[in-house]
């Protein structure tokens, strides 16, 4: 519980979502459905809105030991032998700023995929707050489910135009975590990109290591973008990680934003800043660049 009440600190610090705020006016599921506008944005004014012209989008859905995952794939119309990227969502799962990013990279050709890994525990859309969705859904995620799926889903991708020796990964708070562990877990990424993903947390059952366990035997390198105003990711976490990630050989780094708390990058939230949210992804599309994902 002390994981979720970390996470449950970041997702609501400096934020209009809280603890009994309703979200059902805020959040509509892609579970099983396809994948609508899933957010009424919270400042709509600063929405990143990247059309799919010239690219392929839209739901795809991969087997996995006979339960169908959706994704949500966008890619250069036509094109194969892309690099691939996957794009982890938040707690909230697979929504329109999350369909966004991955036009995002598309746009730049990229085969982008990102995978509703909550399908199997239920609906986010169907709980009032994110302390409900938190104990109903996140809590009952294994980390070893979520490592299979991922591993279907690149196993889609090379057989879809993907080009798998070029393969990379980012993801959002929830998924900024699930970044490190699967960099560490398949030996075919490239790079990796973490915005904001929990660091250090209480091993159970469901989640037996956290990313600074797997720090030290880390091969893919890994760039951390942080907010030092982050309330459930202290920057002190943050230089544990780097004193881990130093016994270690993946030449990870980190950039934290001074100015910025949590989901910094998230444009459809009050939290967001935009001058680091666009610095974080130039950083992130060289760091993936220089790292030979593209």
Known sequence: MENLKEDFDSLVAKTSISDGVDRRGFLKTALGTGFAAA????????????????????????????QAVPVYRAQPEGKTNLPVILVISEIFGVHEYIADVTRRFAKLGYLALAPELFVRQGDPGSYGTIAELQKEIISKVPDAQVM???????????????????????????????????????????????????LVGSNTALT???????????????????????????????????DALAKGRSKSEFIVFKNSGHAFHADYRTSYVEADAKEGWQQALTWFKTHGVS
């Open 208 to 242: 037996p290591k956290n990313p600074i366990d797997i720090a030290a035997t880390l091969k893919a390198p890994v760039l951390g973008l942080y907010g030092a105003q982050d309330g459930g990711i202290p920057v002190a976490t943050v230089v544990q990680m780097k």
């Open 39 to 66: 957010v009424l944005p919270v400042c709509a004014q600063n929405v990143v809105k990247t059309d799919a012209k010239g690219l392929t989008a839209g739901e795809i859905t991969v087997n996995v030991n006979g």
């Open 148 to 198: 299979t799926d991922l591993d279907a889903v690149v196993a889609w991708a090379k057989a879809h135009g993907g080009n798998t020796d070029k393969l990379g990964i980012t993801g959002f708070c929830w998924g900024g975590r699930i970044t490190w562990l699967y960099a560490a877990h398949n030996p075919k990424i490239k790079a990796g990109v973490s915005w904001y993903g929990r």
